[in-house]
Nanobody
Framework: QVQLVESGGGLVQAGDSLRLSCAASGRTFSRYGMGWFRQAPGKEREFVATISWSGGSTYYRDSVKDRFTISRDNAKNTVYLQMNSLKPEDTAVYYC?????????????????WGQGTQVTVSS
């Protein structure tokens, strides 16, 4: 089992950058596929990005593909989401999630473990 704690959210202006971090407990972090999801008010939670166990494979939703970068440091039990050129439509609560599989997945229900979320607000 793994526990996840996100940090790094905040209020920024359009065009700014933020880096979210997700710290994981447990000694087997390197065996979890990790993902970032987000949920805006009144909307369903949606996939943002995912990364494989080793960090060698990543996958993004189209709207963030050229602006966001997911990475991980298995020695620090941490996964990151670097967000550049932020837009007001990126405003949401961002969640870190983990799944016990090496395959990439954008499906919310395939992630068993979730953090509490961190708020990102982008003003225009």
């Amino acid at each position: 089992q793994v526990q996840l704690v996100e940090s790094g959210g905040g209020l920024v202006q359009a065009g700014d950058s933020l880096r979210l971090s997700c710290a994981a407990s447990g000694r087997t972090f390197s065996r979890y596929g990790m993902g970032w999801f987000r949920q805006a008010p009144g909307k369903e939670r949606e996939f943002v990005a995912t990364i494989s166990w080793s960090g060698g494979s990543t996958y993004y939703r189209d709207s963030v593909k050229d602006r966001f970068t997911i990475s991980r440091d298995n020695a620090k039990n941490t996964v990151y989401l670097q967000m550049n050129s932020l837009k007001p439509e990126d405003t949401a609560v961002y969640y870190c999630a983990a799944r016990t599989s090496s395959y990439l997945s954008s499906v919310t229900s395939e992630y068993a473990y979730w953090g509490q979320g961190t708020q990102v607000t982008v003003s225009s």
